[in-house]
């Protein structure tokens, strides 16, 4: 059995007025419902400020081409690992804003 017959196995359980069980946390619009964290941190950079962005629930390539987006628009340095996005610098309410406009909820 392949998973495509698994799934209809499933599907074919539930109750008629339950709706489908979905795959990710995304709205129709193609943006995430759940909120990402913006945090302002000093550990391990000697001292230096960098602004973290966590909380993507979308594929690797497409935090790169956000964290692309990001550090252009910010002008800054900065990074992906992990799903995380980090920025060289205190950039919290310019990355708050952009990530707003581009239909991101937010935290932080």
Avoid: N
Avoid at 81 to 107: A, H, N, T
């Amino acid at each position: 059995m392949d998973w495509k017959e698994a799934l209809a196995g499933i599907k074919s359980d539930l109750p008629e007025g339950s709706p489908a069980p979905e795959a990710s946390e995304k709205t129709d619009s193609g943006v995430q419902k759940e909120p990402l964290h913006i945090l302002i941190d000093k550990k391990q950079r000697k001292g230096k400020t960098a602004t973290l962005i966590e909380g993507f629930l979308c594929d690797d390539e497409q935090v790169k081409e956000i964290a692309r987006q990001l550090r252009r628009q910010v002008g800054a340095g900065g990074s992906c690992r992990g799903g995380d996005i980090l920025l060289q610098g205190d950039c919290l309410s310019k990355v708050r804003e952009i990530l707003l406009g581009m239909g991101y909820r937010v935290k932080g």
